[in-house]
């Protein structure tokens, strides 16, 4: 059992995760509340962490939005926010990246307040309305060395939109900061033929192609 603060937030998490490979996940999140002044859990996130051993190189983590007020030691049931205010909450999100991205100073300001769980939670929610919003979320979370934060949510756009190319590419360069590095040749082989087969070949960055050439020399 774990305690620790997540950063940028004033939230706490209490962590009873399997540490093995392939582990159960078990974290409440919790967030003071002057109204009723006690630690009041906002969220619960479960799931399975990466299994390397089963080619899992992402795991599966379930973001779970808690209303009222449960204290720490509650076993609950608890009861959970509606569909329509967790949407109005990551609507609202997107709205302030969209303002902060306008400025390289504070969308790195800006990216430092997301907490871990909320690219989980997003990955849950994809529309097409906000799809692209999620997707220029990860790549500020990667470019600001948060890639780990942004896979669930790379690979949960790139299942449900495989038409939005550029997301490969994020994908792949989020598996290789973060030394997967065969899936992240999958990825970037996929990326580079989707975009041959649009005519887009010139578009192609170099890193993609020497990448995908520098995994398959190692083997």
Not at 64 to 89: F, L, M, Q, W
Request: include cysteine.
């Amino acid at each position: 059992m774990g305690l620790y603060r997540i950063p940028g937030t004033s939230q706490i998490a209490i962590d009873g995760s399997c540490l093995s490979q392939g582990g159960q996940i078990y974290i409440h999140i919790y967030e003071w509340s002057k109204t009723d002044s006690d630690w009041c859990l906002v969220r619960e996130i479960t799931g399975e962490k990466p299994d390397f051993h089963t080619q899992d190189f992402v795991g599966s983590r379930h973001v779970s939005t808690v209303s009222g007020c449960p204290h720490i030691g509650d076993d609950g049931p608890y009861n959970y926010a509606p569909e329509s205010t967790v949407t109005k909450r990551i609507n609202q999100l997107f709205a302030r990246l969209e303002i902060a991205s306008k400025s390289s100073a504070e969308i790195k300001q800006y990216i430092q307040t997301i907490p871990f769980y909320e690219p989980l939670e997003i990955s849950e929610h994809l529309t097409k309305e906000n799809v692209e919003s999620a997707n220029n979320l990860a790549f500020y979370l990667s470019q600001n060395r948060r890639s780990y934060d942004a896979l669930q949510l790379l690979q949960a756009i790139v299942r449900n939109f495989p038409d939005r190319v550029v997301a490969k590419l994020n994908l792949a360069d989020a598996f290789w900061a973060n030394d997967t590095l065969e899936p992240a040749k999958e990825m970037y082989a996929s990326y580079v033929a989707q975009m041959k087969s649009l005519g887009k070949a010139n578009l192609i960055p170099s890193w993609a192609t020497d990448r995908c050439r520098a995994v398959k020399s190692s083997h």
